[in-house]
């Protein structure tokens, strides 16, 4: 008998999340980040957008739980080739993103 589980435990998820006895993983940051999003016709025609409310929200749950420093480890858009995160990376202010590097997402929306 096929463990229909066994496809998900085989998979390698940099984030994971179990509610309710159920665990969702996402592959990336990138892809974390499009599952926690609103849902937009564009983003679910690319194949990228969270298949339900449930996912989306538990999505949303993974995402304040990441440590802001994982945005400057793992660039969503390649540094060459992409102006924008160049110049994030680049001009980067150490000292001053030490003070709250170790927040996570939802510790900085709500201001702790």
Do not use: C, W
């Amino acid at each position: 008998m096929n463990n229909p589980h066994s496809a998900f435990q085989s998979r390698h998820f940099q984030f994971t999340n179990t509610v309710g006895g159920r665990t969702f993983g996402f592959d990336d940051l990138a892809d974390l980040m499009a599952k926690a999003t609103l849902a937009r016709s564009g983003d679910r025609l690319a194949g990228v957008a969270a298949e339900s409310a449930e996912e989306r929200a538990i999505a949303q749950m993974t995402l304040a739980d990441v440590p802001l420093k994982v945005f400057l480890e793992q660039a969503l858009v390649p540094y060459e080739e992409d102006e924008i995160t160049r110049l994030i990376l680049d001009d980067h202010d150490k000292n001053a993103f030490s003070l709250i590097s170790h927040l996570t997402v939802g510790a900085f929306v709500i201001g702790y």
